[in-house]
T-cell receptor
Framework: KAGVTQTPRYLIKTRGQQVTLSCSPI?????VSWYQQTPGQGLQFLFE?????QRNKGNFPGRFSGRQFSNSRSEMNVSTLELGDSALYLC?????WGKGYEQYFGPGTRLTVT | AQSVTQLDSQVPVFEEAPVELRCNYS??????LFWYVQYPNQGLQLLLK??????LVKGINGFEAEFNKSQTSFHLRKPSVHISDTAEYFC?????????FGQGTELSVKP
């Protein structure tokens, strides 16, 4: 079974631009979560989608948004990029939504904002 | 809100020596705990999980962890490490549908 895939793997953007990252979950998984990883803040939860509905949201500004499609693929968008948005963005999928279900992570998208 | 504390940011160890990576959690309710490993330039890989039942949990690559409710700990152990175990290790607790991670422990295995 193919794992979680994320595209693109690397991205360089300029401050003020916007960016869209894509995630394809493991086949059959309906829950997709997004995390931001930075050296200073570590791994922080962004949001989670299940069956096209946002179930949970982390403490990030409204510039960060996401959505999930009927085939469970998910995208996250960051508008008006700031230097501090430079990070590794990780997507994870799970077969179900809720406490205790293990999440399988993709390789991440490395975003650099200049 | 739940939180996770990894007590060591870096752990250097020689090859074939035993290692313990420490993790404490804060929660007054039942917890679901995980250990993940991250190799350079890669995503996170699940090593093991504790949901309920036996407090000693065995995972992949020879790792195991012990859930200790009274000490609110979930330490990761391996009796003999290899160079290939060099990576960053994250302890996490499940809260609703999200994972709350510790700050990570860099395990460096030296020959």
């Amino acid at each position: 079974k193919a794992g979680v895939t994320q595209t693109p793997r690397y991205l360089i953007k300029t401050r003020g631009q916007q960016v869209t990252l894509s995630c394809s979950p493991i086949s059959g998984h309906r829950s997709v979560s997004w995390y931001q990883q930075t050296p200073g803040q570590g791994l922080q939860f962004l949001f989670e989608y299940f069956s096209e509905t946002q179930r949970n949201k982390g403490n990030f500004p409204g510039r960060f948004s996401g959505r999930q499609f009927s085939n469970s693929r998910s995208e996250m968008n960051v508008s008006t990029l700031e230097l501090g948005d430079s990070a590794l963005y990780l997507c994870a999928s799970s077969s179900r939504w809720g406490k205790g279900y293990e999440q399988y992570f993709g390789p991440g998208t490395r975003l650099t904002v200049t | 809100a739940q939180s996770v504390t990894q007590l060591d940011s870096q752990v250097p160890v020689f090859e074939e020596a035993p290692v313990e990576l420490r993790c404490n959690y804060s929660s007054s309710v039942s917890v679901y705990l995980f250990w993940y490993v991250q190799y350079p330039n890669q995503g996170l890989q699940l090593l093991l999980k504790y949901l309920s039942g036996s407090t000693l949990v065995k995972g992949i690559n020879g790792f195991e962890a012990e859930f200790n409710k009274s000490q609110t700990s979930f330490h990761l152990r391996k009796p003999s490490v290899h160079i290939s175990d060099t990576a960053e290790y994250f302890c996490a607790v499940s809260q609703g549908g999200k994972l709350i991670f510790g700050q990570g422990t860099e395990l460096s295995v030296k020959p």
